[in-house]
């Protein structure tokens, strides 16, 4: 599977790593996968989460229990050939699009240590913000626990 060993694997330690039995429970769980593509070549890929679900991630449960509505990125990864490109953008503007009717906020975690510097300014130009951190692997990492808010919860915040 071209995703997981052409994309995820090469973007290890910013996401982690995963065979593929552990990819394929992502998918068989996910409510959302999209694979973006040109042609026959890969570009990226996303999977995301609503609440509520029984996934085993730290940072899923992190929002899980604070957040009744909430649509979680599990992972998203674009080919170093794509980048620049406005694939992330197309992907998450596509995963907002889901998010519609289903979830009043967007939530993600990026790596603070080690640092993903390219993905915290892309989450923050999107619009995501930092509402904790927590450390994971038993200390070897630190994320960035991300939301953005969606629609009328949006408005309300801009005008508050």
Known sequence: MAVLRLLNEAEVPHV???DLDGFAGFLKA???FRVA???DAV??????YLPGRPYDSLNYRWFDA???SFLYVDRIVVSPDARGRGVGR????DFTGFAAGRADRLTCEVNVRPPNDASMRFHRNYGFEEVGRQETEGGTKEVSLMVK???QWAD???HA
């Open 37 to 39: 593509r040109d042609g």
């Open 16 to 18: 982690n790593s995963v």
């Open 43 to 48: 570009m990226g890929f996303l999977i995301g």
């Open 90 to 93: 197309r992907l998450y503007d």
């Open 66 to 68: 604070r957040y009744t």
């Open 156 to 158: 309300d915040q801009n």
């Open 149 to 151: 808010l969606l629609g």
């Open 30 to 32: 996910a409510d959302y």
